[in-house]
């Protein structure tokens, strides 16, 4: 495998190049520099236009006249005409529903776009630089018919339209002129992308869930190979000549370089900052340079673009790394120009039109086009716009200086892979392997709360009291750990919503199919639930932290959590779950789930069989919002708090207690108000090497909960992201106190029903609970925040905030103490 060498990037960069640095770039690149919530900076390289929500394809026309970008995001989702010679939009229209193909025609009159789950192909027309709807091809009915097609490719003399889907797994052939399917082929998994070689008497097709490409044959329209590549292979590009195929593959951090006469894989190009990094660089897009000689590579989850010099195939050698923005999904390369689709935009920030305390408004307008809509204002699936970055060619010096500047940005490295930050003593170990005082880890995974919603009344913390909506009196347990124990006021949510939250709490990651994939059917555009489990493709090629525990011969258990109705989710779960213990169900209390636990957990003591580690899910801090007949929010909330409490009191009196230690974590944070940031969420550790009345002010994210809880089992990273996170060594202490938690009874009456006809009652009503956050998390969270604050008190917008490394913190690298942009 080709890859980016860390001793020879650093001798490179530092002897042959810093001393020509120029130091307009630079200073352009670190003034530009900003944080996110997760840890990891941006500092994007070139010009900038604004696109749409999560924009995943650019399309090219054959004169290079046009450019189109397909947004295909949570909230309004559009096509967007670019003059890429004059870098300005020319016009914007909206889509019902898209997913990545787009192509244009040859004569450049027409654009298609793939319809989404409405399972059509739409036809556009270009007309005085505007887009036109035409025309739509059906593939079949409309969702819940599975079909969605994604990836499309178009033989123009031959009148044909290649199509290849991701719910049904298929190719159809579709003639252009009758509009009729002239033949349908099986793939066996789900595709991404089709491209037709340059005599189109070949498809390729990238089988994202099948780790491999397939070459169709046009003229005997069947399929006459398969090449294997790497995992989730999704974007395709070949050569002018067609002789060479290049393949990312998401999973893996690597591009697959194919010579299409042997039909053979000539060599893999590493994408990653460091050899043998785990998964977190996500190549998933492509570009090669106008005279071939230099491939672009996207590193969605590094925010990065790979470069490598691939003139002399099967030899080809890195070259350096482009700063882009946040999430890049897609290359392409006009001339000396390089057109990157960053899909969520450039930064993390506040909403600033979203609603508000101080006016009425609860939407906000979007002009596209010419068409005007009205949304929901603020929904966090929305709040992240794309951006298209403009970069031209970098010479050897310029990339250098780029190179620079991905490295500061990126904090994951090999050397904190491999020793993570602590201190000598400490019951968190700084290396895999080491021991620890500490057993039995307990995580309880809990669903969608802020900070300030729960603990914004701690006095000792960054909180706002204006917006609490489940204070002490509501969450007494709650507030008596973090005063016993820590408070943790500076702590972030790596995932957005619960179908990638639950895989963040799991695997400090979310997969390529996860991230593209959610927003559809959040966004109420049909589709299915991806996450927990529920779907092989979005699972992470190792698997989830129970996969790393039985690698490592870690004992361990799950109740609720990647478990329904007492069946696992994933392989690895078998007969490792409580088949009593109930999952998310909130028609079921979690006092009552705490008791399923605690009687599995007496007759694991009995017999000295507790695991190691043990994932408890507790979930009725979603609540069911005003729904009538149902327990009101604070009924909720304060049944899970006694949950969360009788647990560490039980735990705590137990003969293991000695060698605990309980992790209380938020799948996500719900959209909800925070005056930091959306993703700003509670999280609690408890036990006997745990600090007592101690505030930790550290930035940690989901990710550090899982890199802590890995150290103290033994267990390697999952991903990139919980090998550069903080460990939470701060939070603990060397000198055990195991004096024992005594819980607190509830204030709120837990049979509380909600009982008035109000708007927010009716909506509530017209929801299906069944699964969480089946309903868009700022429409729930409103109806949330009118339950305590009134009917006609609109919630504030949720923030999303960008964060900044302080001067004053150059000293503090190791301990990662980074503070917010916005304290109040």
């Given at each position: 495998m080709r890859s980016f060498q860390f001793l020879f990037s650093l001798l490179f960069l530092s002897q042959t190049v810093f001393a020509q640095q120029s130091p307009t770039v630079e200073q352009q690149l670190n003034k530009s520099r900003v944080r996110l919530p997760n840890g990891w900076q941006l500092s994007p390289a070139g010009r900038m236009l604004p696109l749409g929500d999560l924009p995943l394809n650019i399309a090219v026309s054959k004169t290079k006249r046009y450019m189109a970008v397909t947004n295909n995001?949570?909230?309004?989702?559009?096509?967007?005409?670019?003059?890429?010679?004059?870098?300005?939009?020319?016009?914007?229209?909206?889509?019902?529903?898209?997913?990545?193909?787009?192509?244009?025609?040859?004569?450049?009159?027409?654009?298609?776009?793939?319809?989404?789950?409405?399972?059509?192909?739409?036809?556009?027309?270009?007309?005085?630089?505007?887009?036109?709807?035409?025309?739509?091809?059906?593939?079949?009915?409309?969702?819940?018919?599975?079909?969605?097609?994604?990836?499309?490719?178009?033989?123009?003399?031959?009148?044909?339209?290649?199509?290849?889907?991701?719910?049904?797994?298929?190719?159809?052939?579709?003639?252009?002129?009758?509009?009729?399917?002239?033949?349908?082929?099986?793939?066996?998994?789900?595709?991404?992308?089709?491209?037709?070689?340059?005599?189109?008497?070949?498809?390729?097709?990238?089988?994202?869930?099948?780790?491999?490409?397939?070459?169709?044959?046009?003229?005997?329209?069947?399929?006459?190979?398969?090449?294997?590549?790497?995992?989730?292979?999704?974007?395709?590009?070949?050569?002018?000549?067609?002789?060479?195929?290049?393949?990312?593959?998401?999973?893996?951090?690597?591009?697959?370089?194919?010579?299409?006469?042997?039909?053979?894989v000539l060599e893999v190009l590493n994408t990653a900052l460091y050899p043998d990094a785990p998964a977190g660089s996500t190549a998933n897009g492509l570009a090669l340079s106008a005279n071939e000689k230099s491939l672009y590579v996207a590193n969605a989850d590094n925010n990065c673009l790979a470069v490598f010099d691939v003139s002399n195939a099967g030899k080809s050698r890195p070259k350096g790394f482009i700063p882009v923005g946040w999430y890049p999904s897609n290359i392409k390369v006009i001339g000396k120009k390089i057109f990157v689709a960053n899909g969520k935009g450039f930064s993390s920030f506040a909403n600033p039109t979203g609603p508000n305390p101080t006016r009425p408004e609860q939407t906000v307008e979007h002009h596209v086009g010419d068409t005007t809509v009205r949304v929901r204002s603020g929904y966090i699936g929305g709040l992240m716009k794309g951006t298209l970055s403009i970069i031209d060619e970098p010479s050897e010096t310029t990339l250098a200086v780029y190179s620079k500047a991905v490295y500061t940005n990126t904090p994951y490295s090999k050397t904190k892979e491999l020793h993570a930050a602590g201190e000598a003593g400490n019951p968190i170990p700084m290396k895999v392997g080491q021991p620890s005082p500490i057993k039995y880890v307990f995580y309880l995974i809990k669903e969608n709360r802020t900070y300030d919603q729960v603990l914004g009344d701690v006095p000792q913390g960054n909180g706002d009291t204006s917006i609490v909506l489940f204070g002490e009196r509501v969450t007494p347990n709650q507030h008596k750990l973090v005063k016993e124990f820590v408070l943790?006021?500076?702590?972030?949510?790596?995932?957005?919503?619960?179908?990638?939250?639950?895989?963040?709490?799991?695997?400090?990651?979310?997969?390529?199919?996860?991230?593209?994939?959610?927003?559809?059917?959040?966004?109420?555009?049909?589709?299915?639930?991806?996450?927990?489990?529920?779907?092989?493709?979005?699972?992470?090629?190792?698997?989830?932290?129970?996969?790393y525990c039985k690698r490592a011969s870690v004992s361990y258990r799950t109740y609720g959590e990647f478990a329904d109705d007492g069946k696992p989710n994933i392989p690895a779960l078998e007969n490792h779950v409580c088949t009593y213990f109930t999952g998310y169900d909130l028609a079921v209390r979690d006092t009552t789930r705490f008791y399923q636990w605690k009687r599995e957990f007496d007759s694991l003591v009995a017999v000295n069989a507790v695991p190691q580690f043990n994932t408890v899910r507790f979930g009725n801090d979603h609540t069911e919002g005003q729904r009538t007949g149902r327990p009101t929010p604070f009924a909720h909330v304060a049944d899970n708090d006694l949950a969360v409490g009788l647990f560490v009191e039980y735990l705590s009196n137990s003969p293991i207690w000695k060698e605990c230690a309980v992790f209380i974590v938020e799948d996500d944070a719900q959209n909800g108000s925070d005056h930091v940031d959306a993703h700003r969420t509670t999280a609690y550790v408890a036990g006997p090497f745990v600090k007592r009345g101690f505030a930790d002010h550290t930035m940690y994210s989901t990710s550090s909960m899982l890199r802590t809880m890995e150290l103290i089992l033994g267990l390697p990273p999952m991903s990139q992201y919980d090998a550069a996170a903080t460990p939470m060594w701060n939070s603990f202490t060397a000198t055990p106190n195991y004096k024992t938690f005594v819980a607190l009874p509830s204030n709120i009456n837990l049979n509380e029903r909600n009982t008035k006809n109000t708007a927010s009652a009716r909506l509530s009503n017209s929801f299906d609970f069944r699964k969480e956050d089946t309903i868009p998390d700022l429409i729930f969270s409103e109806i949330v925040w009118k339950t305590v604050k009134g009917e006609d008190s609109p919630m504030p917008a949720p923030r999303r905030s960008a964060f900044v490394k302080l001067k004053e913190e150059d000293d503090e690298e190791e301990e990662d103490k980074e503070k917010p942009l916005r304290k109040k």
């Open positions: 995001g949570q909230s309004v989702q559009s096509i967007q005409l670019i003059d890429p010679k004059a870098e300005k939009i020319l016009h914007s229209i909206i889509i019902p529903k898209s997913w990545y193909g787009l192509t244009f025609s040859e004569d450049e009159k027409f654009l298609y776009a793939s319809g989404g789950n409405d399972n059509w192909i739409l036809q556009y027309a270009i007309t005085n630089n505007k887009l036109q709807l035409k025309d739509s091809i059906q593939l079949g009915g409309k969702w819940p018919v599975k079909i969605s097609p994604t990836g499309i490719s178009i033989d123009d003399k031959a009148g044909l339209l290649y199509v290849v889907t991701k719910e049904n797994n298929a190719l159809y052939i579709v003639d252009l002129a009758s509009k009729k399917i002239l033949h349908q082929e099986k793939l066996g998994s789900e595709a991404y992308a089709c491209m037709l070689s340059p005599d189109r008497k070949e498809l390729y097709i990238s089988l994202w869930g099948g780790d491999a490409v397939v070459v169709f044959n046009t003229v005997t329209r069947s399929i006459s190979s398969k090449i294997v590549v790497g995992d989730n292979p999704n974007e395709l590009l070949l050569n002018k000549n067609g002789s060479l195929l290049l393949v990312a593959n998401a999973n893996d951090n690597s591009v697959s370089v194919i010579d299409t006469k042997q039909l053979k943790l006021d500076n702590f972030y949510a790596d995932g957005e919503v619960s179908a990638d939250g639950h895989n963040w709490s799991t695997s400090a990651n979310a997969t390529d199919y996860l991230e593209k994939n959610w927003v559809t059917s959040y966004g109420g555009r049909g589709g299915t639930y991806p996450g927990e489990g529920k779907r092989e493709i979005a699972n992470p090629k190792k698997g989830f932290i129970w996969d």
